[in-house]
């Protein structure tokens, strides 16, 4: 009882000690700041990550692809069983760009990914991505009137309605191109009769017509470069499958292709500092697309594609470099298709499972399915794919985690030494408790019971700072934006404005646990020294 | 004052926590029972009425290799019921040979002996409790809890002595004594006074409630008048009497006054490591 009692008056007469408990509490509250925010952060790496990849792919490299996708399918489905939640064949290959802007042709470097676009969203979160409302909810690579993402004023105008508005302008001034092009052909035509006509010159008039003709040629000149501003000059026309018939862009549309977003815009700021995306490339714009073919060897084939929509999946790599066309095209287009059994050949098999299955586990199963010593497929999840990231991301978190634990176990040291001193200064009280008849251990519980009081009280009071602390990080991060005057999180870097956190409950339960335990050990020695101080040496301590 | 009344009321809260100490206590509880009892396996002859007594206690404290005897064969008996005072020069050692017979040392050689029973060598578990249960030791610094309240310092022995459970069920006959302690030396007003609130006379008061809280056999007194004016000095010293009177509380008292010896039964004196029986 007395231990109580005297742990509880220690603890009221001494709430200085609290002072050592604040750094265990810092380092507390710090370790569930650093835990929530780099465990939010993977969490939405990992979304990104996931979002446009499916669980599991069975790829190959082979140029020609998978002939017959549909026996894999079936081979997966019979070794997997009720674990596939989706199934999708998938042609990807490498190619490249070219579109039009400011009259000057950019090329880029991109990957290109035939979709079937009913069986896509079933293995991956794509569709929710895309830009268009109609498009998220079915994708059908048709372009959209207008509706492009109201919010996004740089986005404005596009589909049909920008689409028409070019074409219209292009053929304007086509049509004024030609007028003054016709009239500069009958001017020189009258030129030349006039000087077959008249063999003597007339040196007014000649003079006169030209000047007159100098300043048509100008105009010429002005009108081209206008159209050269405009759009480029006009694409060459391939015909889709139309015999013969002219095509027109202001009211056709090619095969529809949707872009990452970070293909077709950029990301920058203002002079006032505001951040603003710039679109070079909108829904309605035709770009053309290079890509191999599936013959041995592997010629350059050239299609135009229409910009049907973008999609935004906030993962860059993936934003600037991945196309989504529609699968029976580019099967046709590289060869692909086979016309007798009407199956087309594809490069990999993506795989949704179902919750709760193990990833890994089921990709070594497929593995044993399909060896590569019997068949040219590789069987990879999506870790895989991204797995030096997210083991960065990890050992970043790991490390972290050491640091953060080592400052708290500093701190743990400062405890020590305080409580040395709470010992020292008690030592006439312990006399007089030995005095008294106290054993060595009740006076070691009571010290022992203090350090467990203050560790309590301390990781206590930390988990609630630190709870606070991410609650109100946000806000946080904007006092310190203001304080500082420099942004915390650059939207034109990161592709989020607000801090993500998670709070996992077992965190702040083993973290304040570690707290309580490391008071606990550091006062553990100091209770040992008092336990055996010598009774009259200690009633003799002045 | 008091007579002993309250400390019979006392008696059957401590007697599951005495029963360990089987050992240690006399044969019987009886006051009048140690007459009948003497104790033949001693070499010596002590008499049956020592309530505490030292045979041929030596101690030395080492200070740098060079050992210091501060007491070199101490033949030393305090009867029961008696007072016995203790006198010598500063540093002659009455305070370690008080701290002996209190078992907060052990000597280097010879024995301690408590109602004929040996001590010295008690486990500590059993020195603790004895300490606790047998013995009220009371200090010239008096050596209060600052923490503690007055009411709380009186109560620490019986709180020390007894496991939560218990000190709870007992919990109203404890203070119920320690109000009737407080009372007789004075203090039932100042329960709740931390003790840098007293002067230094109450504060020996409470120690001295304080000491006898768990009715002990035994009271040792290290210059307990020695830090006071003449006047508390006496006050404190008319307790110790009545308390020897009334109650036949056995004192052994270390003092420097040559005076309050003189009052006292029996009075011996420590020199050169020895003992001298003056009285
Ligand atoms: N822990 C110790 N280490 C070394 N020497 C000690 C120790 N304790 C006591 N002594 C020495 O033992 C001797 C006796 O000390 P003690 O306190 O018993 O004297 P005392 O008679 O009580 O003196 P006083 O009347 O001043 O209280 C002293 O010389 C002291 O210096
Ligand atoms: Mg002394």
Redesign the pocket.
């Given at each position: 009882m007395y231990k109580v009692l005297l742990c509880w008056r220690y603890l009221k007469t001494r709430w200085i000690a609290l002072a050592s408990i604040v750094s265990v509490t810092l380092g507390v509250a710090t370790l569930i700041v650093v835990n929530s925010v780099m465990d939010g952060f993977t969490s939405q790496m990992q979304d990104r990550m996931h979002g446009i990849l499916s669980d599991l792919v069975v790829e190959t490299r082979a140029t020609n692809g998978i002939a017959e996708p549909s026996w894999y399918i079936d081979r997966i489905r019979a070794r997997l069983g009720d674990s596939v939640d989706g199934i999708t064949t998938v042609v990807t290959l490498p190619a490249m760009m070219t579109f039009h802007h400011n009259g000057n042709a950019h090329t880029q470097q991109i990957n290109l990914i035939g979709i079937d676009q009913t069986t896509y969203a079933s293995v991956s979160d794509f569709s929710k991505y895309l830009l268009h409302p109609d498009n998220k909810q079915q994708l059908d690579f048709i372009l959209k009137r207008n509706g492009y993402a109201p919010e996004r004023e740089a986005l404005q105008p596009s589909g049909w309605e920008y689409r028409s508005r070019v074409e219209q302008l292009k053929k304007d001034r086509q049509t004024e191109l030609e007028r003054y092009r016709q009239l500069q052909a009958k001017i020189s035509e009258e030129q030349q009769t006039q000087i077959a006509k008249d063999s003597q010159p007339l040196s007014d008039s000649t003079t006169d017509q030209g000047a007159d003709s100098q300043a048509k040629e100008d105009a010429t000149q002005q009108a081209e470069s206008n159209l050269d501003l405009l759009g480029g000059p006009a694409i060459q026309p391939i015909q889709n499958g139309g015999g013969g018939r002219v095509f027109d862009a202001s009211v056709e549309q090619r095969i529809g292709i949707v872009l990452g977003i970070g293909i077709g815009s950029v990301r920058g700021r203002d002079a006032e500092g505001q951040v603003k995306d710039y679109f070079f490339i909108r829904p309605g714009d035709d770009v053309s697309i290079a890509f191999p073919n599936a013959g041995s060897p592997p010629r350059a084939i050239d299609e135009l594609f229409t910009v049907v929509d973008f999609y935004e999946s906030k993962m860059s790599e993936y934003d600037g470099t991945f196309a989504f066309v529609p699968i029976e095209a580019l099967q046709r287009a590289r060869g692909m298709f086979d016309p007798v059994s009407k199956q087309g050949a594809v490069t990999s098999i993506q795989i949704k499972l179902a919750r709760g299955t193990d990833l890994n586990s089921a990709r070594d199963s497929l593995r044993d399915e399909f060896p590569p010593s019997e068949s040219y497929v590789q069987v990879n999840s999506w870790r895989d794919t991204q797995g030096p990231l997210l083991a960065a991301v990890q050992l970043e978190t790991t490390i972290l985690n050491v640091l953060l634990f080592m400052i708290i176990a500093v701190a743990g040291f400062g405890i020590l030494a305080t409580f040395f001193m709470i010992v020292v200064e008690k030592t006439r009280d312990i006399g007089v408790l030995k005095s008294l008849g106290a054993p060595g251990s009740g006076i070691a519980s009571i010290f022992l019971g203090y350090g467990v009081l203050l560790g309590s009280v301390g990781s206590g009071v930390g988990v609630l700072c630190g709870l606070a602390f991410v609650w109100k990080i946000n806000e946080i991060a904007r006092v310190l934006e203001w304080i500082t005057g420099r942004e915390v999180f650059d939207p034109t870097v990161y592709y989020f404005d607000t801090i993500p956190t998670v709070i996992h409950p077992f965190t702040i339960v083993w973290v304040s646990i570690g707290a309580v335990l490391i008071a606990i050990l550091a006062s553990v020695l100091p209770s040992i020294r008092a336990a055996r101080m010598h009774p009259?040496?200690a009633l003799?301590y002045e | 004052m008091n007579n002993s009344t309250p400390a019979k009321s006392l008696a059957k809260p401590i007697t599951s926590a005495a029963n360990q100490l089987r050992v240690v206590r006399p044969e019987t509880d009886n006051e009048s029972g140690h007459a009948e009892k003497t104790h033949s396996t001693s070499p010596q002859s002590f008499s049956s009425e020592s309530m505490v007594d030292a045979r041929g206690v030596t101690k030395s404290?080492?200070?740098h290799k060079t050992s210091?005897a501060?007491l070199k064969g101490v033949d030393f008996s305090a009867e029961h019921g008696k007072m016995t005072a203790i006198v010598?020069?500063?540093?002659?050692?009455?305070?370690?040979?008080l701290h002996l017979l209190g078992t907060l040392d052990r000597p280097d050689s010879g024995e301690i002996h408590f109602a004929n029973q040996r001590i010295d060598n008690l486990p500590a578990r059993k020195r603790d409790a004895f300490r606790n249960q047998q013995l009220g030791m009371i200090f010239?610094f008096y050596h209060l809890l600052p923490e503690l309240t007055l009411l709380e310092n009186v109560i620490a022995p019986a709180m020390i002595g007894q496991s939560i459970l218990s000190y709870f069920r007992n919990r109203s006959s404890i203070l119920k004594r320690a109000k009737e302690l407080a009372e007789m030396v004075g203090l039932s007003h100042r329960l709740n006074h931390k003790p840098s609130q007293l002067s230094g006379g109450e504060m020996q008061r409470t120690a001295i409630a304080r000491a006898l809280i768990t009715d002990p056999k035994l009271l040792l007194a290290?210059?307990p008048t020695g830090n006071l004016d003449q006047e508390s000095g006496q006050s404190i010293l008319q307790l110790l009497r009545n308390l020897n009177q009334e109650s036949g509380l056995t004192i052994v008292m270390?003092t420097?006054d040559e005076n309050i010896a003189m009052q006292c039964d029996a009075l011996v004196r420590?020199k050169g490591g020895k003992v001298e029986r003056l009285k």
């Open positions: 009259v040496e003799r | 404290y080492r200070r210091v501060v010598g020069q500063s540093g002659s050692g009455k305070s370690t040979l010239q290290d210059e270390v420097h420590l």
